[in-house]
C-alpha cells in the first residue's frame, strides 16, 4: 500500500491553521478587547501577556501557506486570485498592529492613544478579513481549466461578512479567556464581565452558521446527512453545547484560572471539526478534491521531509517559550 501523500499533507495544512487560529488568535483578541478596557496600565498588562510570544505565533501561519504552495500548487494559485483583496487587508492589519505594538511600549504620553488606536484597529481588520476569507472560501470558487474564472469582489457576500463578524467573537472569546487565565484583581474581573456575554454570541454565531451554510449549500447538506459523516458530526452541537455551559459557570466561579480559556479553545476546535467535516475532500470548494489539486508524488515527498524535520522544532520552541513566560502578569511587569 502507497503512502497517500495528499492526505498526510492535508492534515498538516490543516494542524497549521488550526494551531494558527489558537495562538494568534488569542493575540488578536486582546486588540479587539482594546476599547473596551480604558485604563492605560491594564492595556500594557493586557499586551505584556502576549509580548514574550506573539510573533511566534504567526510562525503557523508562514507554515500554512508555504505547505499550501509546496503540496496544492492549483489550490495555491485559485485561493489566492479569489481572496487577493481581503488577504492583503490582512496583511495590511497584522503588519499594522505588530508597528502598533512595538510603538506604543516606545511612544511618549501624546502620542500613545494614537498606537493604542492602531493596535486595535490592526486587530480588527486583520481578524475580520481572515472571517471573510472564511466564508469566501466555504461558498466556494469558480475553477475553469485549472484557473480561478470568479469575479474581483465574488467573496463578498453577505454569509463572508457575517462569518468575519463570527470571527471577531470567536477571537474576542480567546483573548478574555486568555486573560483570565494570566490576569489577575481588577482585569481580570473585567474580562470575566466581558467573557459571559461573548461567549452566548459565539454561540449564536455558530448556531447561524451551522444553519445557513447547509440551506446555502445542498452539497454540504448532502454530506452532513450521509454515513458515516453524520456520526461522526452528531456530537459536536452536543459538545458545543456543554462548552458553552462550562465556560459561563467557570467564569461565574471566585477563582478562575485555566478552565474558561481550555474550555474556549475546545469550544473554537468543535467549530473547525465541523467545518472539516462540511468541505472534506475538497481543498478547493465545491468539487476540487485534495487528490486533484496535489502537486507530483516527487515533490510533496521532497517537501514532506523538510516539513517533518522543521515541526519538531517549531513545536518545541513554542512550548518552551510558553513555559518560560506562564504565569500571571502583573501590572508594572512584562515587555520594556
Known amino acids: 500500500m502507497g503512502i497517500d501523500l495528499p492526505l498526510i499533507w492535508a492534515i498538516i495544512i490543516g494542524f497549521g491553521l488550526m494551531m494558527y487560529v489558537i495562538m494568534d488568535g488569542f493575540d488578536l ?40 504552495f509546496a503540496a496544492f500548487p492549483l489550490a495555491y494559485s485559485v485561493i489566492l486570485s479569489a481572496l487577493y483583496l481581503p488577504l492583503v487587508l490582512m496583511l495590511v492589519g497584522l503588519i499594522w498592529r505588530g508597528v502598533a505594538f512595538e510603538f506604543r511600549f516606545k511612544a511618549d504620553e501624546a502620542h500613545k492613544s494614537f498606537w493604542d488606536k492602531a493596535f486595535a484597529w490592526g486587530s480588527y481588520v486583520a481578524a475580520f478579513s481572515q472571517g471573510v476569507a472564511l466564508g469566501a472560501f466555504i461558498n466556494g470558487f469558480e475553477v475553469t481549466n485549472g484557473a480561478y474564472s470568479g469575479g474581483l ?13 463570527g470571527l471577531l467573537v470567536s477571537y474576542a472569546l480567546l483573548g478574555s479567556t486568555w486573560l483570565v487565565m494570566k490576569t489577575e484583581g481588577t482585569l481580570q474581573r473585567r474580562m470575566k464581565e466581558l467573557a459571559r456575554p461573548v461567549t ?47 465556560i459561563v459557570r467557570s467564569l461565574q466561579r471566585e477563582t478562575t484560572h485555566a478552565g474558561p480559556f481550555v474550555l474556549a479553545l475546545f469550544m473554537l476546535f468543535m467549530g473547525y471539526s465541523g467545518l472539516a467535516i462540511s468541505l472534506w475532500p475538497n481543498i478547493i470548494p465545491p468539487s476540487v478534491s485534495i487528490w486533484d489539486a496535489a502537486a507530483p508524488p516527487q515533490s510533496m515527498g521532497f517537501t514532506l521531509v523538510g516539513a517533518l524535520f522543521i515541526i519538531p522544532f517549531i513545536l518545541a520552541y513554542t512550548a518552551w517559550s510558553y513555559y518560560v513566560f506562564r504565569g500571571k502578569v502583573k501590572p508594572g511587569e512584562g515587555y520594556h
Open 153 to 165: 469582489f465574488d467573496w463578498l457576500t453577505p454569509f463572508s461578512l457575517f462569518t468575519g463578524l
Open 200 to 246: 452566548l454570541a459565539l454561540l449564536a454565531v455558530i448556531i447561524i452558521v451551522s444553519l445557513w451554510t447547509p440551506f446555502a449549500h445542498t452539497a454540504v447538506a448532502d454530506r452532513w446527512f450521509a454515513l458515516p459523516n453524520m456520526i461522526f458530526f452528531a456530537p459536536v452541537p452536543i459538545l458545543v453545547l456543554l462548552a458553552t455551559y462550562a
Open 29 to 68: 483578541g486582546i486588540g479587539i478587547l482594546f476599547p473596551f478596557v480604558s485604563n492605560r496600565e491594564d492595556r500594557d498588562t493586557m499586551v505584556n501577556t502576549v509580548a514574550p510570544v506573539w510573533d511566534g505565533n504567526e510562525t503557523w501561519l508562514v507554515l500554512g501557506g508555504a505547505a499550501l
